[in-house]
């Protein structure tokens, strides 16, 4: 009876066998055929494929070997680089793919040692080499756009775990033998780094391959990188790029050390002539801080020579690549070398060397160009058109900001007329789900910062006159107040939420005294943000801010705070948080500002909080006719003791001069009807009218020495900045005119009088 069931088995897989190899060979006939169909001919394909490799190899051992030779024959005789441009065809064939490589027996053939890799194990091993070849292909072309496509993915953790495993396990550090260079990794090895290479470049893929410990491991590879063969390291810096690409992975690089490493890799890659010096760059960029990069100001510019070249050559194919990138990768790091260093956006449209040479006008209309190229990236599907159509609106925000670009911008009505139909259309909801970078803002909110800096949103009227120059007005505000109590806003950047709660909820316990516009509360919709936004600002009496990196680096805090401070000329008191120093548009804004700093975000110091409180107290005082005397019972252990007025307003004439007060605005309205800086009110700090009368005859008599004194005590206090020499001599002839006005009041006065009290609050210097 063994014998009989034996020869029957055998039988059942010879006709299985021979079923399948007839089925192989009809697909090969096709291959001949006139006006074949490439698409149909692969899907038969991989089908069949599927059915064979799904059969242990005892059982189909001829089949292994047929398919293998017909996979090799069909992929020269199709055009399997278009086929795959179908996006449906690319995510079957990746899944497929990647079932049959996750089955038991490839993976234990995976875990075997490479000396028990023999025949007929040789079998096995050739297809987990095409296997993987096919997949690398496939996979960061599958559009993976559906919740089960991703969920399918996450399902496959163990799987990606179990290859990057395999790949550490044949590094060099793992080597029975000691290795010095040209270590060569197996064809299974290097084909799995180009798997992940080109998973990684799928960007909403890298949390899952974090998951699978990639970010540590490829940090180690490139650490080895020299001991091996240049075929063997090629994807490294390549992984490394594309899991930098996404904020979680360029944190989880940062935390083992990768910026340290790439450096040392760009010093052994040096002699190369492709790509890899300038993926190291990029990845540095997207790595590294504003003031990292600045570190190395000949290296940065080398590095935006080549990202704005590789646009411009990009730009001109029509599958919009150059070099093996597409031309969205320069354009993300381009967005986050822009987003708060002038300079950079300086070099990149009138200094950077490229071939042709550009300038200002010629790089300016290459990125609207690109504009006008992926307008209709969002009726369609796919996600890299989108994904360059975002940071296209992130660059050209950018550049908006600048006054000097801003107007080459403006002249082009068809650009303005696009950007318009952005925020006309409800094109939001169009856009697929996907990844976006922390230094990215999404379009129609970009769109609207576009035409905020542009002054043709709607809080502005404006005209063009013949030269192209802006000239424009603010529309007033028509909104009511719904309250009689003054109105202060706070604005903050969402990564800083928690902190926000608790300072929403301190100042929530003064509602008696003033109200709170925050975004949470007024903002409904995402379609009337910006105008929600600036209409809170313009009904604020002071406005809070929470200052921090994330803010620093956030297109839309970096819209508000210039809104603010500006265009309504509000009253501003920073909040910075931590160990964060301004710098840059915010850094030559802020200098002047009175301000408080919390460094421990969960627990925040009650004095500090107080502190705040007082000065936005202060800072009400003098606009608003209200008596703040004591903060809350749960502070006043912690109350400073605060002189505010009960009646003092903010006027446009100045008071007779024996009528100012020590308390009062009357010094600070002195120097803004004279036009002079509030830098320098803040500089001399006068604390009354007498002090700036004894002052003035000593100004009067040595101008020229009194003005070299301060001009070093300017740059101590505003972080080496120079005064401005006109500045200082309207500040002299105003005081001039105000002791020839008032010589009697200072032969009257008493020189007894009191300081008032100071106010706590820091000043930044």
């Excluded at 020269?76 to 278009?82: G, K, M, P």
């Excluded at 504003?290 to 646009?311: A, I, R, T, Y």
């Excluded at 009337?528 to 805090?557: H, N, P, T």
Aim: glycine content about 2%; proline content about 4%; charged content about 20%.
């Amino acid at each position: 009876m063994e014998n009989i069931t034996e020869m029957i088995s055998n039988n059942n897989k010879s006709s299985l066998c021979q079923q399948l190899l007839t089925r192989l060979e009809q697909l090969k006939t096709q291959l001949t055929t006139p006006n074949k169909d490439d698409k149909q001919i692969w899907l038969q394909f991989l089908s069949l494929w599927r059915e064979i490799l799904q059969n242990p190899l005892s059982n189909v051992q001829s089949c292994y070997v047929a398919s293998a030779q017909l996979l090799t024959e069909l992929l020269a005789a199709i055009n399997f680089d278009s086929i795959i441009k179908d996006e449906s065809i690319a995510c079957e064939t990746t899944f497929t793919c990647m079932a049959l490589l996750n089955q038991l027996y490839f993976k234990n053939y995976v875990l075997r040692k490479t000396e028990q890799k023999m025949l007929p194990r040789k079998r096995i091993h050739d297809h987990i080499y095409l296997l993987l070849v096919v997949m690398a292909q496939t996979i960061f072309i599958a559009s993976l756009a559906t919740i089960d496509d991703r969920q399918c993915i996450e399902n496959y953790i163990d799987f990606f775990t179990l290859l990057i495993d395999h790949v550490d396990q044949s590094m060099p550090e793992f080597s029975q033998k000691v290795v010095h260079k040209d270590y060569g990794l197996d064809d299974i090895n290097e084909s799995i780094l180009i798997l992940l290479w080109n998973a990684a470049d799928q960007t909403g893929l890298v949390p899952t391959l974090l998951k699978c410990g990639l970010a540590k491991r490829v940090v180690t590879w490139l650490a080895q990188s020299t001991k091996l063969t240049e075929k063997s390291r090629r994807p490294l810096i390549s992984i490394v790029h594309n899991i930098a690409r996404h904020d979680d992975g360029a944190d989880e690089l940062n935390n083992y050390g990768a910026i340290d490493i790439i450096k040392q890799y760009q010093k052994t890659e040096s002699g190369t002539t492709d790509s890899r010096i300038l993926i190291a760059s990029m990845a540095l960029a997207l790595l590294s801080t504003p003031e990292q990069l600045k570190s190395d100001k000949k290296g940065m510019n080398v590095v935006l020579n080549h990202l704005l070249q590789l646009v411009m050559n990009a730009a001109k194919n029509d599958r919009y690549r150059c070099d093996g990138f597409h031309v969205s990768e320069p354009l993300a790091v381009l967005v986050k070398m822009f987003v708060v260093d002038e300079p950079t956006l300086d070099y990149v449209l009138c200094h950077a060397e490229t071939e042709p040479s550009s300038d200002m006008f010629s790089t300016i209309q290459l990125f609207v160009s690109l504009l006008f190229d992926f307008s209709q990236a969002l009726k369609g599907t796919n996600r890299l058109e989108q994904f360059t159509l975002i940071a296209i609106f992130n660059i050209l925000w950018s550049i908006s900001f600048q006054p000097n670009y801003a107007p080459e911008l403006i002249k082009n009505q068809k650009l303005i007329e696009t950007i318009k139909n952005f925020i006309d259309e409800n094109y939001e909801e169009k856009i697929l789900e996907q990844y976006k970078p922390r230094s990215m803002e999404g379009i129609k909110e970009a769109a609207h910062g576009i035409l905020h800096n542009l002054k043709i949103d709607n809080q502005s009227k404006t005209t063009i006159d013949k030269s192209g120059n802006v000239l424009d007005g603010l529309v007033p505000n028509t909104l009511n107040n719904i309250s009689s109590k003054p109105c202060i806003m706070i604005s903050y950047c969402h990564d800083n939420n928690t902190f926000c709660d608790q300072i929403l909820s301190f100042l929530s316990e003064r509602n008696d005294v003033f109200d709170i516009w925050i975004d949470r509360t007024y903002c409904q919709s995402a379609s009337d943000l910006w105008e929600s936004i600036a209409d809170g600002m313009e009904r604020s009496c002071v406005i809070v801010c929470l200052v921090s990196r994330q803010y620093f680096e956030s297109k839309s805090c970096r819209k508000e705070f210039i809104y603010a401070a500006d265009t309504l000329k509000k009253t501003i008191v920073p909040v910075l948080l931590e160990n964060f120093k301004p710098r840059g548009w915010l850094g030559i804004r802020i200098p002047d500002m009175k301000y408080i700093r919390f460094r421990d975000l969960i627990q925040p110091e009650q004095t500090k909080v107080v502190e705040l409180m007082n000065a936005i107290l202060l800072s009400l005082s003098v606009s608003t006719p209200v008596v703040h005397e004591n903060l809350p019972s749960s502070s006043q252990q912690h109350t400073i003791t605060l002189s505010v007025p009960a009646t003092t307003k903010e006027t446009s004439t100045l008071r007779p001069f024996n009528q100012w007060t020590s308390s009062g605005n009357d010094i600070t309205a002195w120097f803004a009807h004279h036009r002079i800086s509030r830098r320098l009110c803040d500089l001399f700090e006068f604390q009354t009218g007498k002090e700036m009368l004894d002052y003035a005859e000593l100004l009067i008599k040595d101008r020229e020495n009194q003005m070299n004194i301060y001009a070093k005590i300017f740059a101590e206090k505003y972080n080496g900045s120079v005064m401005p020499p006109h500045e200082f001599y309207r500040f002299s002839a105003a005081m001039k005119e105000l002791l020839n006005d008032n010589r009697s009041s200072l032969s009257s006065a008493n020189k007894n009088s009191p300081m008032p009290t100071k106010s706590s609050t820091c000043i930044i210097l």
